[in-house]
């Protein structure tokens, strides 16, 4: 399941995805990012994770990673919430592909993860 969660205005982006994920998850999740990033650059992404148990096909976890992509530079943060072993592990995998500075934060860090969002120290482009 995929839903949108009350960000902070024009500068924090915030997305919650719990249980298993389907192709209809990630479109919506992708069609939601390109609205909201249309006028946007160097904003911050706060990704909530929840009882995740993955993806009902390969095809899903495919359209995951073009709708990551897609708007890889125009993110500055990316925080990643959660407290399964293998999210940290798919951020790892990520870092080498993505322009933002990713960092993952345990369930009850949420708000932890979005003031570091907040913070005005943005990578160097």
Known sequence: MFQVLKGDGRDVLAARFAGRLARE?????????????????????????EELEGYERWQAA???????????????KIAIVGNARWEEAVTKAAEPF?????????????????????DGDRLDR
Do not use: C, H, P
Request: aromatic share 10%; charged share 35%; glycine share 4%.
């Open 62 to 76: 495919l359209s995951d990673l073009k709708a990551d992509l897609r708007y890889n530079d125009r993110f500055a």
């Open 98 to 118: 993505a322009e933002a500075e990713l960092r993952n934060f345990d369930a009850e860090e949420q708000g932890t993860a979005l003031a570091w969002l907040r």
């Open 25 to 49: 998850d990630i479109e919506r999740f992708a069609n939601w990012l390109e609205s909201e990033m249309r006028e946007r650059v160097d904003a911050g992404l706060l990704v909530v994770m």
